[in-house]
């Protein structure tokens, strides 16, 4: 039996929202750079991130967008719906260790085409690099995806 509920986009409600959750590690990582071929040394060279503004080691960003992508497809709307597209503005760096929420809220919906708009945030939930910068909470990606569903 799926764990999963299959909606259509008369279910949805404007104001919909759901989250996804994961502590990042540096396995995540590294497997994320060997599958998309990013291997930017500010992600994989720990002597090199010392150099740069980072001071150490950052979680890639595209990685931080792919749980946008779980809480979409897999809880709002979940399975039933295709991803269009997203804008995505990244404003804090992610380390190995920090355990971040995807959530998504839904503010649109354009019944042409049966597309929903969708507001994409990911927050630092706990942080292991304490730098004083970056409090509990801080928003580390925030955007908007348009979502088209099928039913």
């Given amino acids: 039996m799926a764990d999963y509920e299959i909606r259509t986009y008369d279910s949805i409600k404007v104001g919909e929202k759901a989250t996804f959750s994961k502590t990042v590690t540096q396995v995540d990582d590294a497997l994320f750079a060997g599958i998309s071929g990013d291997f930017n040394p500010v992600h994989i060279d720990e002597e090199y991130a010392k150099t740069t ?62 597309r929903l708009i969708i507001k994409t945030t990911v927050v630092k939930d706990s942080c292991v690099f304490d730098s004083g910068k970056f409090p509990k909470d801080t928003v580390v990606a925030e955007g908007e995806a348009t979502i088209f569903m099928m039913k």
């Fill in 53 to 114: 503004q980072f001071k150490t080691r950052i979680v890639h960003g595209a990685y931080t967008v792919g749980l946008i992508s779980a809480v979409i497809g897999m809880k709002l709307p979940g399975p039933g719906c295709i991803y269009g597209s997203q804008k995505v503005r990244f404003t804090a760096p992610v380390h190995f260790g920090d355990t971040l929420t995807a959530i998504a809220e839904v503010i649109e919906k354009k019944e042409k085409g049966k």
